[in-house]
C-alpha cells in the first residue's frame, strides 16, 4: 500500500493522493511492513514516532 502525506493538505485526508494526510505522523499510525510512504515537500514540524 502507498500512503501520500502533503503538509497542505486537509487535515481529514485519508493518505490516498487525491486525499493525503497532513501528518507524517498519521501515515506512520497505518502504515505496515512493506507499505511505501510519499512525503510531498514542504515543513513539517513533528516529531515522527515509530511503533
Known amino acids: ?3 501520500y502525506v502533503n503538509a497542505k ?3 481529514n485526508g485519508n493518505g490516498t493522493k487525491a486525499s493525503p494526510f497532513k501528518t507524517i505522523n498519521q501515515a506512520a499510525q497505518v502504515a505496515r511492513a512493506g507499505d511505501e510512504v510519499l ?3 514542504g ?3 513533528e516529531q515522527v ?3
Request: cysteine-free; overall charge positive.
Open 1 to 3: 500500500m502507498t500512503y
Open 39 to 41: 512525503v510531498a515537500p
Open 9 to 11: 493538505a486537509k487535515t
Open 43 to 45: 515543513i513539517y514540524r
Open 49 to 51: 514516532l515509530l511503533f
